[in-house]
C-alpha cells in the first residue's frame, strides 16, 4: 500500500507541477486550476494532458534524473506543445501521430538545450516549446491528412459540451464585466500562454496567480501595463497585441526577473521595467521576420530576454542592487522572506567556521580598526587577554611575564587544517618593551581551505608543539600564550588571511560560535564579529543537550500524544540526509520534512517542507535553534521566514510591500528560562521556547513551548497554541 501511494504521488507530482511550471511554480492547487483550465475545450486539454505524459513517462524509461520528472522540468515544454498543436488541428488518427512524434522531439529538444544552457548556469525557460512547435508547424504544411482545426471561433458552442449552461453563462458573464482596454488584453494574455485565447480563462489565471503569489501577479500586471503603455507611446497598432497575444511575453518576463531568478526588489521591479522596451522593440521585430514565414513569435522574446539578461548579469564585477536566488524555492514570496530572514541568521555564514583559539573567557583589548596596530591591511584582527572579576589583566602590580592571567595559557587551533608556517625563535619580552625588528613575535600559521589561513601571534618562546606540515584538529592545543614581538604585555593576536605568510593581510572573515558575558545575561553569537572590551568565551557544550539533538541518519524518533479536547496519536521521523548530505527529518506519516544543521555547539533548522498539521513542523518551530549551553540567564533570539509561520490577511498584504519596504511584520522565535536538577551536573533540563509573530509592535499569534530534556533524550515537549495544547512524550 505504501509503494502504491508513493506511486501515485510521483505521477500527481510529474503532472500538476509540469502545470504550475509554465508559471516558474511548484504548487499543486495552481497547477490543479491550469489543468481545468486547459479543458475548457477538451480536446485541446486532452492533447496537452497527453504530450506531457507521454513526455515524462519517455523520460523516466530512458532513465533520466526522477527529480526533474517529478518537478515537471522535462513535462511542460511538451504540455505547451500539445496545447499548441491541439488548438491548430482536429483530432484525428493522424494527429495523435503527431502529437506522439511531438511529444518525443520536445523531450530530447529539451534535453539537449538544457546540456548546453547548464554550461553557462542558465534555464532553458520555454525554448524547447518554441522550437518544436515551429518544427512541428513548419513539416505539417505536407500533411495533407491533418484537418486544420476552428476551435476558439465557436466558443460557446464548445464551452456548452464541456460544462453545460453553467459554463456558458459564466463566461458570457465575464464578457459583460466593463474592463478597460488594456486590463481585457491582460487577461487575454493571460489565457493565450496555455493557448486559450479569451476573457473568461485569463481572468480565471489570474485569480490563481493571485491566490498562488501576490508578488508574481504584481510583477505580471506591472510588467504588462508599462508594456501596453510603451506601445502606445511608441504609436503602435495594440490590436497586433491584442490579436496575436503576445503580451504573455511580457507577463513571463515579468515574473521570471523580478521575482523567479532574482531576489523580489525595488531593483528587480527597476530591472523589469528597464527590459521592456528592448523587449517591445524585439518582438515586434520577430513578428515581422517569423510573419514572412507564417510562424508565431510564441514566447521567443520573453526567452532571449530573459536568458540575455541573466547571462549578463553574471558578467558583473561588484554585485549590484539585483541579486541572483541562491536557493530557488520556486515562490518569490519565499525566495524574498528566506532572503530576509537569511541575512538577519546567517549573513555572515561561512563554510569553514572559525572557532576561539583559547579555553574560557578573555577580553577583547583590540578588534577590527583597533587603535595601536589593527590598522590598514591589517585591520581585521583581534587582540585577547584575561581579566578577573575587577576587570584587572594582571595580578599585583603586573611587573612580571607570570602576573597576567593569560600568559602561558593554552592556545588552541581554531579550526581543522595544516600547519603551514611557524617562527619560534622570538624571546618573550620584558613588561613594557616591544620587539619592533621582530613584529609578529612567535606565530603559527594553518591552512584550513582554499585561500584562508589563521595567525596566532605573540606565543611564547619554546611554547609551540606543532612542526611544519603537521595536520591540527580544531581544539588541540598547539602553543601557550606569550609575549614576543611587538607586544608590551602579554596577549594572543588572532586573525585570518587569504595568504599563508606570516604578518600577511588580514581577511574579513567571523567567528563561528560564541558567548557573549555581560550583566545583562549570556548571549550566543552564531558568525559573527565580536567587539572590543566584549568578555567572550567558548561555549562548552552541556552532554545533555548535545546528545539529545545528536540526530543520526538511519535513527527513527518516536513520540506519543495527546490533545487537550481528547485526541490521541502517534509520529514518527527518521533521520534522513539527501545527495547534498543535508540532514533532515522526515514525518514517516505525512511526508514532511525539517532540515537541520548540528555542529556540535548549536542545533538549527534551516527550512521546512510539507504539511503544518504535522508535529514534526511543531518541532521545527518550538526547536528553531537550541545551543548546547546551560546558563538560567541565557537567552536565544532568533526570526523566521513569514512564509513558514503566518497565512494571515495581513501577510498577504506584507506581500505587496514587502519587495519596497521589507517586513511590516516579523516572526519571532526566543528561547529562555532554563532549570535544571542540578547546576553543575543536571540530569534533566527543562526550557521555554516562544514564537511570536508581530506587526506593527502587536501579537497576532503566539506559540509556546516547553521541552524537558532527560537521560540525554527530548523526554517531553508540551505546545499551547490558542486553546489547544499538546503533550508528545518519547517512545523508547
Not at 105 to 132: C, D, E, M, R
Not at 622 to 638: A, C, H, L, R, T
Not at 655 to 668: R, T, W
Amino acid at each position: 500500500m505504501k509503494k502504491i501511494r508513493q506511486q501515485f504521488n510521483f505521477l500527481s507530482d510529474t503532472l500538476l507541477y509540469s502545470y504550475s511550471q509554465v508559471f516558474f511554480a511548484q504548487n499543486k492547487i495552481f497547477g490543479i486550476l491550469l489543468l481545468i483550465i486547459t479543458f475548457v475545450d477538451p480536446w485541446i486539454g486532452m492533447g496537452g494532458l497527453l504530450s506531457l505524459l507521454i513526455s515524462n513517462a519517455l523520460a523516466w524509461v530512458l532513465g533520466f534524473d526522477e527529480e526533474a520528472i517529478r518537478t515537471g522540468s522535462y513535462g511542460f515544454n511538451s504540455l505547451l506543445v500539445g496545447l499548441g498543436l491541439s488548438i491548430y488541428f482536429n483530432p484525428t488518427f493522424t494527429f495523435f501521430v503527431l502529437l506522439v512524434i511531438g511529444a518525443i522531439v520536445t523531450l530530447l529538444i529539451t534535453i539537449a538545450v538544457a546540456g548546453f544552457l547548464v554550461k553557462y548556469n542558465l534555464p532553458y525557460l520555454s525554448l524547447p516549446f518554441v522550437f518544436s512547435l515551429w518544427t512541428l508547424m513548419l513539416a505539417t504544411r505536407n500533411f495533407e491528412a491533418l484537418n486544420i482545426s476552428d476551435r476558439g471561433v465557436y466558443i460557446l458552442n464548445e464551452l456548452f459540451a464541456a460544462g453545460s449552461h453553467w459554463l456558458v453563462d459564466l463566461y458570457e458573464k465575464s464578457n459583460q464585466i466593463a474592463i478597460p482596454n488594456a486590463l481585457n488584453v491582460y487577461f487575454k494574455s493571460l489565457g493565450a500562454i496555455l493557448f486559450q485565447f479569451n476573457l473568461f480563462s485569463g481572468m480565471v489565471i489570474a485569480f490563481g496567480l493571485l491566490i498562488f503569489s501576490r508578488i508574481a501577479f504584481l510583477l505580471s500586471l506591472i510588467t504588462f501595463l508599462w508594456a501596453y503603455t510603451f506601445y502606445a507611446l511608441l504609436g503602435a497598432d495594440i490590436s497586433l497585441l491584442s490579436y496575436n497575444y503576445i503580451g504573455f511575453n511580457y507577463i513571463l518576463t515579468g515574473i521570471a526577473l523580478g521575482g523567479f531568478y532574482l531576489i523580489p526588489s525595488k531593483s528587480s521591479f527597476g530591472g523589469v521595467l528597464l527590459v521592456v522596451p528592448p523587449l517591445v522593440v524585439l518582438t515586434s521585430s520577430l513578428s515581422s521576420i517569423f510573419g514572412f514565414f507564417q510562424l508565431g513569435v510564441y514566447a521567443l522574446p520573453f526567452n532571449l530576454v530573459v536568458l540575455t539578461f541573466l547571462y549578463i548579469l553574471k558578467l558583473r564585477i561588484k554585485p549590484g542592487g539585483l541579486e541572483e536566488v541562491a536557493i530557488q524555492y520556486f515562490h518569490p514570496e519565499k525566495n524574498l522572506y528566506y532572503r530576509l530572514s537569511g541575512d538577519l541568521r546567517f549573513k555572515n555564514f561561512r563554510p569553514i567556521p572559525m572557532s576561539l583559539p583559547f579555553f574560557g573567557e578573555w577580553v577583547i583589548t583590540q578588534a577590527h580598526n583597533g587603535e595601536i596596530t589593527h590598522r590598514g591591511a591589517w585591520k581585521e584582527a583581534w587582540d585577547f587577554e584575561i581579566a578577573d572579576e575587577e576587570g584587572d589583566f594582571y595580578r599585583g602590580e603586573g611587573r612580571e611575564r607570570q602576573d597576567y592571567y593569560c600568559y602561558d595559557k593554552p592556545v588552541l587551533a581554531p579550526a581543522n587544517g595544516e600547519v603551514e608556517e611557524i617562527l619560534d625563535n622570538v624571546e618573550d619580552n620584558v613588561i613594557g618593551d616591544s620587539n619592533l625588528k621582530q613584529n609578529w613575535g612567535n606565530s603559527i600559521v594553518i591552512k584550513h581551505g582554499y585561500q584562508l589561513y589563521s595567525q596566532l601571534s605573540h606565543l611564547r618562546f619554546g611554547s609551540i608543539k606543532v612542526r611544519k606540515g603537521d595536520r591540527v584538529r580544531k581544539g588541540d592545543v598547539i602553543a601557550n600564550c606569550g609575549n614576543s614581538g611587538r607586544s608590551p604585555v602579554p596577549h594572543l593576536h588572532f586573525q585570518l588571511m587569504s595568504t599563508p605568510y606570516i604578518g600577511s593581510a588580514t581577511l574579513y572573515y567571523p567567528l563561528a560560535n560564541y558567548l557573549n558575558y555581560s550583566s545583562n545575561g549570556t548571549v550566543f553569537h552564531l558568525y559573527d564579529f565580536p567587539l572590543k572590551n566584549q568578555v567572550i568565551g567558548t561555549v562548552k557544550s552541556n552532554d545533555q543537550l548535545k546528545y539529545a539533538f545528536n540526530f543520526l541518519p538511519g535513527q527513527v524518533l518516536k513520540f506519543k500524544y495527546k490533545v487537550n479536547n481528547g485526541g490521541e496519536g502517534r509520529s514518527e521521523w527518521e533521520v534522513k540526509t539527501d545527495v547534498f548530505n543535508n540532514s533532515y527529518l522526515q514525518c514517516l506519516y505525512t511526508g514532511s520534512q525539517a532540515f537541520f544543521i548540528n555542529d556540535g555547539v548549536v542545533f538549527y533548522f534551516t527550512y521546512f517542507k510539507g504539511k503544518r498539521s504535522s508535529l514534526l513542523y511543531d518541532f521545527f518551530v518550538g526547536s528553531y535553534k537550541v545551543v548546547f549551553f546551560f546558563d538560567p540567564k541565557f537567552n536565544i533570539e532568533d526570526v523566521f521566514p513569514l512564509n513558514l509561520i503566518t497565512r494571515s490577511w495581513m501577510r498577504y498584504l506584507n506581500d505587496f510591500i514587502a519587495p519596497f519596504k521589507g517586513n511590516l511584520m516579523k516572526a519571532k522565535y526566543t528561547l529562555s528560562k532554563q532549570q535544571a536538577n542540578d547546576a553543575l551536573a543536571p540530569t534533566e533540563i527543562r526550557w521555554r521556547s516562544k514564537t511570536e509573530v508581530l506587526a506593527m509592535g502587536k501579537k497576532l499569534k503566539v506559540i509556546d513551548f516547553t521541552f524537558l530534556v532527560e537521560d540525554y533524550q527530548i523526554r517531553t515537549i508540551i505546545i499551547q497554541k490558542n486553546q489547544k495544547k499538546i503533550e508528545m512524550e518519547w517512545q523508547d
